[in-house]
């Protein structure tokens, strides 16, 4: 089996043993993209998050374009509008941010439908893609071959990718199919859309039985446990606005067929998914999880066609709806660029340690080959996961090494890694029991890596998340306070250790970190304490 290397500790690790590494088409892509960009990381991003965005508003733009009961473009602008800049995920948010204005406070927890450079702006790109498609295959009843050819590519691309994707397509296909009776419209349209669950089927059995399909393979428990019980957790706000628009689509009578199944489908198959964890453990695969990424997209695309369809006036040209929506499309506007502004204030501090910490690579003090580095590990961006990208060195511990070890490599390099980061950090076995005992447990278990237990609405599934953390890390920081010979031995595998800290708002305690190292040298920036240690 082929072997890789996990990026965070630099071990190797067999290549198709989890799930992230398996996954892999987005990033994948982006190293291509890379390697055509020469010069800084920075503008390879910026470059490569130009190119998604870019993708999205012109198939946004078609897609309106070629399906609103009425081609006004006042109504595309706004439906590009909302589908780009505007997160239905966070509706409560921006409604009390607009109300505490001027003040920018409210905007800077808000995120915007697309920043990340993956997931979910490539998923979406594809089932926008594989939507258009649809509609056109439907269009064009049993002589459409060549369309569901690429769209069976679309839909492996996407499993290759975010297999949430491929479930909402084949939800999508299955609603619009059978909905529009495309099946009886011809006998080839019949065996087309056979022929196309024939080959798709058969794609994706292989690509399933390749290796594992969870991105938490760390967890052996049953695929399928239905929880009825948990249904009330699911069904939230999200939830039911999806589901009103979704029956108002389905009601209107002036969307084209070709176009209302297919949308019908999409809706659809978001709300099922939204309610997958009472079916799939969501320790297994986080179904519901996942399937909010899609919610604000959807949302977007359902909410213009349930106004068409609820405001007939709207189709019929009348001036006051276009002018209308031209209002709202500059509000939807000015609220992308609020939280955008918003977004840049709350990030500033964070992006500014990433600028500090990519200047050490000109110093005395960077981190080498045969080095570790300490950095902190709170959130997903933290310093942690920058190191890889910036230095030769492994880190001491990251949360997201994680998804590119095996359970094995889990329970035996990571979590003792954990443990030897949080006793820096100032924790023991004491106060650890406490905070997972506490009322905040589900805070303490996300911090831990136990991300799947602790976005669980299973009372059950947060249990076992506490069991575990109380198994696999507690005896391990009890061990480190009683002076176990592993610790010595394991920073004796380096030349130096790199501490890399926040000034003002210090992550490692200074008194554990001699109690275990030698100080050397060190140096202070504007935002980052860097310091360097020894073996003892």
């Known amino acids: 089996m082929h072997e890789t290397q996990n990026p965070y500790y630099l071990v190797p690790v067999a290549q198709l043993s989890t799930g992230y590494l398996r996954f892999r088409l987005a990033p994948w892509l982006f190293s291509k993209v890379r390697a055509q960009v020469p010069g800084r990381l920075w503008m390879c991003v910026f470059v490569w998050n130009l190119l998604c965005w870019a993708a999205l508003g012109v198939l946004a733009t078609y897609f309106f374009d070629r399906s609103l009961p009425r081609r006004q473009l006042e109504l595309v602008v706004l439906g590009v509008a909302l589908f780009m800049l505007f997160n239905f995920s966070s509706l409560r948010p921006l409604f009390f941010a607009w109300l505490h204005l001027p003040s920018l406070a409210g905007f800077r927890t808000i995120e915007l439908p697309f920043m990340r450079a993956f997931i979910p702006v490539m998923p979406t790109i594809i089932l926008m893609s594989y939507l ?274 095996t359970p094995q490599q889990n329970l035996e390099v990571h979590r003792f890694r954990e443990a030897i980061y949080l006793y820096l950090t100032g924790e023991d076995r004491v106060t650890l029991d406490q905070r997972l005992r506490g009322p905040k447990r589900l805070d303490t278990l996300y911090s831990l890596g136990y991300w799947a237990e602790a976005v669980s609405p299973s009372p059950a599934e947060q249990d076992e998340g506490v069991q575990a953390a109380e198994n696999q890390i507690a005896p391990w920081l009890e061990r480190i306070e009683h002076g176990d010979p592993a610790v010595g031995e394991f920073f004796r595998g380096f030349r130096r250790i790199v501490v890399i800290d926040d000034i003002e708002r210090p992550t490692f305690v200074q008194t554990r970190l001699v109690s275990l190292l030698k100080s050397q040298a060190g140096l202070q920036r504007a935002n980052l304490k860097v310091e360097v240690f020894v073996p003892k």
């Open 132 to 405: 258009i498609l649809q509609i056109e295959a439907l269009r064009k009843k049993g002589e459409a071959l060549t369309i569901w050819m690429i769209m069976a590519v679309l839909q492996f691309l996407a499993l290759a990718m975010f297999p949430y994707a491929t479930l909402m397509m084949a939800g999508l296909t299955a609603i619009a199919v059978l909905g529009g009776r495309y099946l009886f419209v011809k006998r080839n349209a019949f065996l087309t859309v056979v022929a196309y669950g024939i080959v798709c089927g058969i794609i994706d059995a292989a690509f399933a039985m390749s290796g594992p399909l969870g991105f938490y393979n760390e967890h052996s428990s049953s695929l399928i446990h239905f929880q009825p019980s948990l249904l009330p957790h699911l069904i939230g706000g999200n939830f039911l606005l999806l589901g009103l628009l979704v029956l108002a689509v389905a009601l209107g009578r002036d969307i084209e067929s070709e176009v209302k199944w297919p949308l019908i489908g999409l809706g659809v198959s978001n709300l099922l998914l939204l309610l997958g964890d009472a079916v799939i453990p969501a320790k297994s695969v986080l179904l519901s999880h996942h399937a909010g990424y899609f919610v604000s997209p959807v949302t977007s695309i359902l909410i213009l066609f349930a106004l068409l369809a609820a405001y007939p006036g709207m189709q019929a040209g009348a001036s006051i709806p276009g002018r209308v929506a031209v209002v709202v499309a500059v509000a939807v506007i000015l609220t992308g660029f609020l939280v955008s502004v918003g977004l840049y204030r709350s990030w500033r501090p964070y992006n500014k340690q990433t600028s500090e910490l990519a200047e050490l690579r000109a110093g005395s003090l960077k981190p080498e080959e045969g080095d570790l580095v300490i950095a902190r590990s709170r959130d997903v961006d933290d310093s942690c996961g920058w190191i890889f990208l910036l230095f030769k060195a492994p880190v001491l511990y990251c949360t997201d090494a994680q998804v590119m070890l």
